[in-house]
């Protein structure tokens, strides 16, 4: 890395830091402005691209060295120097979106304060010292990427275990670092409007309020009554004013389950974005060892983006299961109304993951010779997670967003028989079917070329059919109770089953197979770089999905909470106070798409021109040296 | 430079000019201002080009640029309405502007139809359907009409219940939902043009506006008490018989923990998590208030047979009722609305708040009697669904049955005509012949003045739970449920220990 870069990166953490240290005294003094407009584009836009591009790369940089230093853990036991090389390679594409990222998140704060002021004032009044705390982590986790990525050679050998240590450091503070900036936006939505013990930080302000409600109290009988138990409303009903403690603030309704989502999100993201770098080097490579090397790279990154994708719909069902119980309005308008379509689009794009994640694999294995006996088994797989993604798409609750002629063009606000299937039992049925048919096709591909040589194999093999049919029928059985119970007993008790049916399948299946295979032998080798171009086109159709998939469930977050800044304590007055229709708010994740994915493209190829550059210069090196020997 | 590299650069171009227009929005490609094809055909034509002529790397760029379109074409099929409503003044010289602008609030800002359909055709909905509101408010409730009923309703959803709907609907006026006035009249303009008539004038708000925001905080709840004794007063009072609370001791829960179903009364683990302070003040003060759907305790007569237990689902045509034998053998019953038995009502007040919704009553100037479904009443006067018309009839005038059971055993069934058991004789008419009856042969006398279907859905929790605890109590016990947020409800260790040991 020239100076010069390193002084860009840290001109931008400065800049991220001082716009969030003054942000608090920058809002505080123009509190009388609401709202400013922003050119051209207006405020919200404006925000909204900051705010999404910024997320697209943070959840890059956090993903990213999360299965990098996995990789090279497992480099460093095997002894196996790919994969510690293909780790380092993950992080080189990381350092060069860091920088970007917090340039962007300089730019988001600049805006927010900017166009937001009372908000942003608002906000800071409470997570002041979060935002403290999010600079001192940002430090942190600029520092130790340096030296994690810096000392990559240097630290090899016996020192690689400190190595690790740093990589491990560098998640840690990224994890932190993403989880405190989720309190702020989770607040937003769902901000903790339940009561809370009456603490000494939040006693002075309510003596206040009920001396200002009643001018007749003095502050010792306002405290009359009052214990260490007394239990306050979180918000003043009238100004909003938040009297709870921060931990209130931080710990709300959807903070958990909106960190747990992004962290495993950001996994799937960064294997799926790598998966895609990969693919476009896989395109354009010249050599038979470039190929090997990127097909190689690809399989890495999209086998990752998989593991991150199969939990990810259990963790969304979760986080939509507490915005229910946080305001059950908001949980109809998720799925029961004003979002209604934009979950069914949500579905096309996780079909298309689905269907291109198992394509992929079906491909990859047509590189394993010995692979072909699995291929009879392609058309009824195909065909399961089809009908399976077609289930999940189904419609049901539409009447409430569609005129009564377009409810009759329809026939109904449901399909008579199909319109079962647009129930949330028959979704979650498919969904586990989808999942447990991607795990099989996984299971395939990990078999090919393999013949196990354990005395029980057949036995197993058995055991493992078995398992796979009993699951499946538990799946669907109880898929056929949930439409018999009430939904509390669906959502708290048949759900979860499933869930567990699914998950339990997977972990004892790969411990079966493992042990199978252990000392398998092998009829064919897999053939790295022998891939159709096909199928590394299917990796950017993942990436680009994924990409779109988080922009268009960022506008869901958002949307949620409709006309509000924070959803029933601050109101949205500005011009832009109503949610934009899922068209409006598409084309505009199409135009952060473009922006995303130049901006990626720019960085990668400005790694790949220094790479040249550099290679160049050590051929050159090499021809003057071998010139000199040759004179 | 080739022809061939031409037609790339070309189709690049195109590509690239009709993505942009095609989000934008932009009209479609003018050529002798004749819209020739939308951006959307051009976008797929100039890929097709792309993708055959070009190699690597702009394929590539093709082919993402693409999927990213074809995502945003899919959103663009969508059909939807938006939620911006900017709503400053209302022009009352043009009503049915103002009622498309309440259109607009109906279905964005004021979420009304993510609970209310206006189609009859539609799938009944969670609130009621609005088809024809603008003509049908006018006999919900008798003296009242359109419009003040629809105010009424928008402000003071509560107050009037539509049968067979529960208490859900927020007070639109109050955040997060947040109708202003000339919002909530925009949406009342529209809800009479339904079937009604349009009425310009203004009117007043029911509520204070500015009166509840400065009682709101003037009077933020206070509790006093102390979750821990709360805690234990949820055992004292036996509350933990039926209630489950995670990290308290449950006989029910010890009981039942195999079995799900049989669980009587809603798990309170959550309940701070998604009530207010006011909806649990109400549950234990005032406990069939608002009844937890599956938990409600129910007594119907079908066909002739008894049946007591929790109403686990309910519409239009069919209840659910789970019951109980001795032996605590479960059972779940399908009773059609029309199977139940009409039962004898001797007083024709509160008739809907006693739960009947059908009764059958005769006239004293009619010579058959009358059934319909009981629409709305008033001391004097009960409203009735007929074969679809609304017909309203006197509470007093009306035929009653007497069923006269003398010491000999005999039951004398008939039209009351003079006289009671303090008299010397009553006088029947039995299919129409007069019978005198001497009073000193009568050992009981009922009055009958109708009959009806009934379905009462009660709580299960005593109604006198409120005076059973001590203030103090009271205030512990409501401390300890506000506490039970879900999220922070940790055992303690002393919890983990107690349990463990048991």
């Given at each position: ?13 400065l ?12 809002a ?54 790919r994969?510690?090389?293909?780790a ?8 060069g979106?860091?920088?970007t990222?917090?340039?962007?998140g ?8 900017w ?7 608002k ?26 990525s ?10 690689k ?56 109290l003095?502050?010792?009988?306002a ?15 009238t100004?909003g ?16 389950p909106?960190?747990?989502h992004?962290l ?11 998966a895609?770098?990969a ?6 490579a010249k ?6 090397h ?7 990154g999209n ?15 979760w986080l ?6 946080f305001n ?19 579905a096309?794009m ?11 694999l079906w ?27 077609a289930i ?5 609750t539409?009447?409430?967003i569609?005129?009564?002629s377009e ?28 999942i ?19 005395s029980?194999?057949?036995?197993g ?5 078995s ?7 538990s799946i ?19 759900t979860?089953?499933?869930v ?5 399948v997977m ?8 042990f ?9 080798t ?5 891939m159709?171009?096909r199928?590394?086109?299917v990796l ?40 934009p ?5 598409v ?16 960085i990668f ?5 220094g ?17 000199e020997?040759?004179? | 430079?080739?022809?061939?590299t031409?037609?790339k650069?070309?189709?690049l ?11 934008a929005?932009a ?6 201002s ?13 890929v097709?080009?792309?993708?055959v002529l070009?190699s ?11 999927v990213i ?7 663009g ?8 409503v ?12 103002v ?13 009304c ?10 799938p ?9 509101i603008?003509?049908?408010?006018a ?8 419009r003040t009923?629809?105010?009424?309703s928008?402000y ?26 000339l919002e909530?009249?925009?949406v ?13 004038t203004?009117?007043?708000?029911p509520?204070?506006?500015a009166d ?9 709840p206070?509790l ?22 995670q ?7 010890g ?16 309940i701070?998590?998604?009530n ?8 234990v ?10 938990y ?13 237990g ?5 519409d ?19 009773i059609?609305?029309?199977d139940?038995?009409e039962?004898p ?9 006693k ?16 059934t ?7 001391e ?10 609304d017909?309203t ?21 008939g ?18 012949s007069?019978?005198?009856?001497d ?8 009055f009958t003045?109708?009959?009806?279907k ?26 300890f ?22």
């Open positions: 890395m020239s100076k010069k870069r390193l002084y860009l990166i840290l001109g931008c953490v800049v991220a830091y001082v716009l969030l240290a003054i942000a608090p005294v920058f505080q003094d123009l509190t009388e402005a609401e709202y400013r407009p922003f050119p051209k584009i207006g405020s919200r836009n404006a925000a909204w691209i900051a705010a999404q591009l910024h997320l697209l790369f943070g959840s890059f940089i956090l993903g990213v060295p999360m299965f990098a230093v996995i990789i090279e853990f497992i480099g460093w036991k095997t002894k196996d120097m994969y510690d090389r293909m380092q390679e993950f992080i080189k594409l990381c350092m979106a860091f920088s990222t917090a340039l962007l300089g730019v988001l704060v600049f805006i927010l304060i166009c937001y002021p009372k908000v942003m004032s906000l800071s009044g409470i997570f002041g010292p979060t935002m403290i705390f999010y600079v001192i982590l940002f430090f942190g986790e600029t520092f130790t990427l340096y030296l994690y810096y000392g990559w050679d240097k630290m090899q050998g016996r020192h275990g400190w190595h690790l240590f740093l990589g491990v450091l560098l998640n840690v503070f990224g994890t932190a670092i993403m989880f405190v900036s989720n309190s702020w936006l989770s607040y937003q939505t769902s901000p903790a409007t339940q009561y809370g013990i009456l603490s000494e930080g939040r006693r002075k302000s309510w003596i206040e309020e009920k001396l200002a409600a009643d001018p007749s003095t502050p010792e009988t405290m009359e009554g009052v214990t260490s138990h007394t239990m306050v409303p979180l918000h003043n009903e100004t004013e938040f009297m709870g403690t921060l931990w209130d603030a931080v710990n709300n309704f959807t903070w958990m909106v960190n747990i992004r495993v999100g950001n996994i799937a993201f960064g294997g799926s974005i790598v895609a770098y693919a476009f080097r896989f395109l354009v050599t038979k060892e470039d190929k090997a990127y097909d190689w790279m690809g399989y890495t086998f990752i983006a998989l593991c991150g994708l199969i939990p990810l719909p259990f963790l969304g069902y939509g299961r507490e915005i229910y119980m059950n309005t908001m949980g109809i308008n998720m799925m029961g109304s004003l979002f209604s379509w934009l979950f069914i689009l949500q096309v996780i079909g298309v993951l689905f269907i291109g994640a198992n394509y992929y491909a990859g294995m047509g590189r394993i010779s010995g692979a072909e006996i699995y291929a009879r088994y392609r058309p009824y797989m195909i065909t399961i997670i089809v009908i399976c993604v999940w798409m189904t419609p049901r539409l009447s409430k569609s005129s009564a409810l009759s063009a329809m026939g109904g606000a449901n399909h008579p028989h199909l319109g079962l299937f647009g129930l949330m039992t028959a979704k979650n049925t498919a969904v586990n079917i989808i447990l048919t991607t795990f099989l096709s996984f299971l395939f591909y990990r078999r090919s070329g393999k013949t196990p040589t354990a029980w194999g057949k036995v093999n058995i055991a493992i059919s398992i796979f049919f009993l699951a499946t029928v669907v059985v109880i898929g056929i109770v949930g439409f018999t119970v009430p939904t509390d007993l669906r959502v708290n008790v048949l979860p089953y499933q567990l049916v699914a998950l339990a972990a004892v299946v790969t411990v079966v197979d493992i199978m295979y252990r000392k398998a032998t092998t009829s064919g897999i053939q790295w770089g022998e159709t171009d199928s590394q086109y950017i159709l993942i990436a680009i999905t994924f990409t779109s998939l988080m922009g268009l469930m960022g506008y869901a977050r958002s949307g949620l909470r409709e006309a509000w800044h924070i959803f029933g304590v601050m109101q949205d007055t500005s011009a832009d106070a109503f949610t229709l899922l068209s409006e708010a084309n505009m994740v199409a135009v952060i798409m473009v922006a995303f994915f130049a901006l990626v493209g720019f190829w400005l790694g790949l021109w790479e040249k550059k550099k290679q160049a210069s050590t051929d050159a090196a090499e021809a003057a040296i071998t010139a020997g040759d004179d | 430079m080739s022809r061939n031409l037609i650069i070309a189709s171009i195109l590509m690239v000019v009709s993505f942009i227009a095609y989000i929005g009209s479609a490609f003018p050529i002798a004749e819209n020739l094809l939308p951006w959307s055909v051009w976008f797929l034509i100039s097709i080009i792309n993708i070009w690597n790397v702009m394929k590539l760029l093709t082919f993402s640029l693409a379109w074809f995502y945003a074409f899919v959103a099929l969508v059909p939807e309405s938006s939620t911006a900017n709503l400053t003044s209302l022009d009352w010289s043009d009503p049915d502007a009622a498309e602008q309440g259109a607009l609030v109906f279905n964005g800002k004021g979420q139809s993510a609970c209310h359909t206006v189609d009859t055709s539609a009944k909905g969670r609130c009621p359907d609005l088809t024809d603008g003509l049908n408010a006999s919900r409730v008798p003296g009242m009409d359109v009923y629809l105010i009424e928008l003071e959803p509560a107050n009037y219940l539509v049968t067979g709907y529960g208490k859900i609907m927020p007070e639109v006026w109050k955040a997060p939902i947040a109708l202003s006035k909530i009249q925009a009342i303009a529209y809800l009479e043009s339904l079937g009604g008539e349009i009425d310009p203004d009117f007043e708000e509520i204070d506006r509840t925001a400065v009682a709101a905080a003037a009077l933020p206070l006093t008490g102390d979750p821990e004794l709360g805690k234990k007063v949820f055992v004292t009072a036996a509350c933990n018989a039926c209630h489950v609370v990290g308290v001791e449950s006989p029910a829960a009981e039942t923990s195999a079995d799900f179903e049989v669980v009587t009364a809603p798990d309170l683990s959550e701070a998590a998604f207010d302070m006011r909806y649990l003040e109400e549950s003060l005032l406990p069939s208030v608002q009844i937890v759907s599956g409600g305790a129910v007594t119907v007569r079908a066909n002739g047979i008894t049946y007591q929790t109403l686990v689902s309910q239009t045509e069919q209840i659910v009722v789970r019951t109980k034998t001795a032996d605590g053998v479960e059972e779940e019953h399908t059609l609305l029309s139940l038995d039962e009502i001797e007083e024709l007040s509160n008739l809907q708040a739960g009947y919704f059908t009764l059958t009553l005769t006239p004293t100037d009619a010579s058959a009697s009358v319909g479904e009981i629409v709305s009443e008033t004097e006067t009960v409203t009735l669904k007929i074969n679809g018309e017909k009839f006197s509470k007093i005038d009306v035929k009653s049955q007497l069923t006269v059971v003398t010491f000999d055993g005999d039951e004398i069934v039209e009351h005509i003079s006289g009671t058991i303090d008299d010397d004789e009553i006088v029947l008419n039995v299919d129409g007069e019978v005198v009856i009073t000193f042969d009568v050992e009981e006398v009922t003045r109708a009959s009806g009934k379905l009462l859905v009660t709580s299960p929790m005593p109604e006198n739970f409120p005076l059973l605890l001590s203030v103090s109590d009271m205030t512990n016990l409501l401390s449920l506000s506490t039970l947020t879900g999220a922070t409800a940790e055992a303690t260790p002393a919890e983990v220990e107690d349990a463990s040991a048991e």
